[in-house]
């Protein structure tokens, strides 16, 4: 951002008052942001819209006639729209508040530390969107897209199946220990158990390379940052500890390169 | 075999919160009395028990309504039946405060606006009528609510 540019201007949207006197307080404290206005209705946020710039929506997803989400999706059909940042209490509704490009999504109540880095990235996208570029959206302050993801500025979470009542799940990728290829599907290992995600792993192997993940054997492509220890074999192959004690099997011709990569 | 209390939200329990959070600059008791709520509200229903009093689970109903008063400052206005002379039954924890809570949160989701809440019983031993009415006159919402009672 120049120096002389002047600071965010946001528009703060929650038919929850209290919770909308919350974040406007958090907004109106923090050095990033010149003005701050609040809605209490997404009719009242569009009469703000009419009426002057804002570089970016605070937007609740849950409110009375029309939603957060249906807002969201009606900003996409302006010129020059505001970035929208979900702040809502449904965390299940992050998958969603990426189908309609939000630059991020809160859970309330918000911490400063985590408003600070949704302003920050508000500030990258309108110094972006001057320069031609957005900045990439993100999930609970990591970068993010749906599906699989892609890896150098894109995504740190991954959409699963929720095996619990349906729906999406964001699993981060730093909690993954590991994927195993399953058919055309894989595996996918993490700190809250396991899922079935509907990319081959060939394509995980490209999509996640940059993010810390090794394609050891045929069937896993593992999260070097969980490895421990690498147990070379009698017969040339080797054996990847994890830190749960999982140990992955490391094909011969890849442990030369993981030797290398591992400085082992 | 009863059926386990539902599930309590992710999205009221943050909502709450972040009520309190406002409260906390200009109005610190204020703050601390929605987290005592919350908190006596989450005590009920995260601990296991098949079946509670009555008049315990009309408790969990006014810490229910005061949290939605502190999220909704002056929209709602509640009127709970006495918790004197209930009638000694036992009955399925929030088998009252969930059914009220669906329709009570989708009535707050639906119309803008201030919201009027009466809950009358309990009548037949634990058969309780929910009446939601908005500003707009129209006809109010009825809910006839049965607490599933523990033999």
Not at chain 1, 244 to 257: G, K, L, S
Not at chain 2, 29 to 55: C, K, N, Y
Request: charge should be negative; aromatic fraction near 4%; glycine fraction near 8%.
């Amino acid at each position: 951002m120049s120096p002389a540019r002047r600071g965010l201007s946001i528009l703060a949207v929650d038919d929850e008052p209290r919770a909308l006197a919350d974040v406007k307080r958090l907004l109106e404290t923090a050095a990033s942001v010149e003005k701050v206005e609040t809605a209490g209705s997404a009719k009242e946020a569009l009469v703000y819209l009419s009426g002057g710039r804002f570089d970016a929506l605070f937007l609740d997803v849950a409110m009375p006639e029309i939603e957060g989400m249906a807002l969201a999706r009606l900003l996409r059909r302006f010129t020059d729209p505001p970035a929208v940042v979900f702040l809502t209490g449904h965390p299940d509704a992050a998958v969603e508040a990426f189908e309609v490009q939000a630059l991020d999504f809160l859970i309330k109540p918000v911490t400063r530390d985590r408003l600070d880095a949704a302003l920050a990235r508000v500030e990258a996208h309108v110094a972006g969107a001057a320069a031609g570029a957005p900045a990439p959206a993100a999930v609970n302050g990591e970068p993010a897209q749906g599906g699989a993801g892609a890896a150098a500025g894109g995504p740190d979470v991954v959409a699963v199946d929720n095996p619990q009542g349906g729906g999406k799940r964001l699993v981060r990728l730093e909690t993954i220990s590991f994927a195993q290829a399953n058919g055309d599907y894989a595996r996918i290992v993490c700190e809250d158990g396991r899922f079935l995600l509907r990319t081959p792993l060939s394509q995980l192997e490209k999509d996640w390379a940059a993010t810390g993940f090794a394609r050891v054997h045929r069937a896993y492509l593992v999260n070097l940052k969980h490895a421990v220890e690498l147990r070379a074999q009698l017969n040339g192959t080797a054996v990847l500890i994890m830190r749960d004690d999982t140990e992955i099997p490391v094909a011969r011709r890849n442990v030369a390169a993981l030797r290398r990569r591992l400085h082992a | 075999v009863p059926e386990a209390p539902p599930p309590v939200s992710a999205h009221f329990v943050n909502n709450v919160l972040a009520a309190a959070a406002s409260y906390i600059d200009e109005e610190p008791e204020t703050a601390r009395d929605v987290i005592a709520e919350l908190g006596q509200f989450l005590s009920f229903r995260l601990t296991p028990a098949e079946s509670v009093s009555l008049a315990r689970e009309l408790d969990h109903v006014g810490s229910y309504v005061r949290l939605e008063q502190a999220r909704f400052p002056g929209r709602i206005e509640a009127s709970l039946p006495s918790s004197q002379g209930l009638p000694a039954v036992q009955v399925r924890p929030a088998s009252v405060q969930a059914p009220l809570a669906d329709a009570l949160g989708r009535r707050l989701r639906e119309i803008a606006g201030p919201c009027a809440m009466a809950l009358r019983g309990p009548s037949g031993g634990a058969r309780f009528e929910l009446e939601l009415s908005g500003p707009d006159g129209g006809a109010p919402d009825h809910l006839q609510i049965d607490a599933a009672v523990h033999a």
